[in-house]
């Protein structure tokens, strides 16, 4: 059923540009930089931070309340590369956001999970939380980086002489980077590497029982989520045109817990959903008067609605416990079907007169 959602949803994300362009154009020409274009683009965006923390808690146990220390900071800093030297150009921006994002998350995974002892879930929720909050009280009060007011990106993102402003182009670029984001983290978790995840997630003490260095591995997927979220804050940062305290703080970070567990951790395509899910639930819910100064209330309820009574997510709806989890043991029980020599029949007394 996943490979179904994967391809479905990949599908409906190359036709929607042109879908939504023409439905909303009416007796006028489409417009295909249109709001709809352009929000979808964010979401995209944040889709890649939804699978960092995925790859944290869906498949490494690691409870991170820190994605968005990785995002902001990676934001932060090609913003400033943008303001002081004018490096605009995406060769340079997104490699940028991915090296503040690894090495960010390899300072705190050294912290956190390489120590003496064998750091708790606790420990780790805690660890992360606080360094995300302490980033956003530095920031907010640092003038260097605009201090309260964030910092503004005045020119486009560039692709050699080419100016990617937000709309069509964009969307695609965005979607190009989420599907190699999605396939790169598919490859991680589905080789060996991912064998001794699943593992670390199914029961961590054998793990480290047969040998493994559990929290090198933690450390490992730690940084490699920490990367992945920096390419999504340097683009969102572009996208919107300004990066402020609460990019790297503690909203953005549980908003990226949030996507993960309303679509369904473990499965890389469930919080892809979430963070579609979730940003089209604030879209409606802040437009509707009624509501419009209690909506976060209502988004909450509905959220805390489907975390409590479906643990599994939104993706827990169509996808049965078995898939979700993984396949490595059909995978290798196939192969080695394929591989293994028929069994040879038992001889009997009577068989060595006719051999």
Request: aromatic fraction near 14%; proline fraction near 4%; charged fraction near 15%.
């Amino acid at each position: 059923m996943i490979p179904i959602v994967e391809w479905g949803l990949l599908i409906f994300l190359l036709i929607y540009p042109f879908a939504v362009s023409f439905l909303t154009a009416g007796d006028s020409a489409p417009d295909f930089n249109n709001f709809w274009v352009i929000r979808v683009t964010t979401m995209l965006i944040l889709a890649k931070l939804a699978i960092s923390f995925d790859l944290c808690w869906g498949y490494s146990g690691i409870m991170s309340f820190g994605q968005g220390l990785f995002f902001g900071l990676a934001g932060y800093v090609v913003a400033k590369f943008a303001e002081e030297l004018g490096w605009l150009q995406i060769f340079f921006v997104v490699p940028m956001g991915m090296l503040v994002g690894l090495l960010a998350a390899l300072l705190v995974g050294w912290f956190l999970l390489l120590g003496k002892r064998t750091p708790t879930v606790i420990f780790v929720a805690l660890g992360t939380l606080t360094a995300s909050y302490a980033a956003e009280r530095l920031v907010a009060g640092w003038l260097w980086v605009g201090a309260g007011n964030g910092l503004s990106i005045w020119d486009f993102l560039m692709i050699g002489s080419y100016e990617l402003e937000p709309g069509l182009i964009f969307y695609y670029v965005a979607l190009l980077f989420l599907c190699l984001v999605y396939l790169g983290s598919r490859y991680l978790v589905r080789s060996q590497f991912g064998l001794v995840l699943a593992g670390m997630r199914q029961n961590e003490e054998r793990i480290a029982f047969f040998g493994y260095r559990v929290q090198i591995y933690k450390a490992i997927v730690f940084s490699f989520a920490g990367m992945v979220a920096g390419l999504a804050g340097a683009l969102y940062s572009y996208h919107e045109g300004f990066v402020g305290p609460s990019s790297v703080g503690i909203g953005i970070s549980t908003y990226a817990v949030l996507y993960g567990l309303f679509g369904g951790i473990g499965t890389l395509i469930g919080p892809v959903i979430g963070a579609g899910v979730i940003e089209i639930l604030r879209l409606f819910l802040s437009d509707i008067d009624a509501i419009r100064n209690y909506w976060p209330v209502v988004l909450g309820i509905i959220m805390l609605v489907v975390v409590a009574y479906r643990p599994t997510g939104l993706l827990g709806l169509i996808v049965s416990e078995r898939e979700r989890i993984g396949s490595f043991g059909i995978a290798v029980r196939g192969k080695a079907a394929k591989e293994t020599p028929p069994a040879r029949p038992e001889r009997t007394e009577g068989d060595d007169g006719a051999a």
